[in-house]
């Protein structure tokens, strides 16, 4: 794969992409939007995501990646937007959500995802809109989310 190291954005949305999703994406460092949502990919999200750090928006929803999402997504510092809603993934939001302070919009609903919120979460204080609904999380709403005062609006 030839690194295309000056690419700021890729948008892949709604098409019959098929296949996992190849971790050298991980070597597009300045990426700023990565939108492959509506498509068919497999296997679960790779980890390398983790080091676009660069991503403002991503948007991965709507695709047949199995398993838990990767910790790592924890540290896109600058990311503003996230949309992994309808993906058959299985367990819990990570806590590593927290770190993202730059987050403003989080849609994870009808995601398989399970567990608690969590309390992390109060910590992306311009958060402005969660969308959790459709999961099988369970226990009590975290206090902390009130610390998103934009949320609760």
């Known amino acids: 794969m030839a690194v295309l190291t000056n690419l700021r954005g890729l948008r892949l949305k709604e098409n019959k992409l098929t296949g996992e999703l190849i971790s050298e994406l991980g070597l597009l460092t300045n990426l700023e939007e990565l ?3 509506f498509n068919e990919f497999i ?3 790779p980890s390398e995501i983790g080091l676009l750090t660069e991503l403002v928006t991503l948007n991965l929803e709507q695709n047949r990646f199995s398993g838990n999402i990767p910790t790592q997504m924890g540290l896109l510092s600058n990311l503003e ?3 992994l809603s309808k993906l058959l993934t299985r367990g819990s939001i990570p806590t590593q959500f927290g770190g993202l302070m ?4 989080l849609q994870l609903f009808e995601s398989g995802l399970d567990g608690k919120i969590p309390t992390e979460l109060g910590n992306a204080m311009d958060l402005n809109r969660l969308d959790l609904k459709g999961n099988k999380l369970s226990g009590p709403l975290p206090s902390e989310l009130g610390l998103a005062t934009d949320l609760c609006k």
Do not use: D, E, M, R
């Open 35 to 37: 939108t492959l949502g």
């Open 43 to 45: 296997k679960p999200i």
């Open 81 to 83: 937007n996230l949309y």
């Open 102 to 105: 730059a987050l403003q919009t």
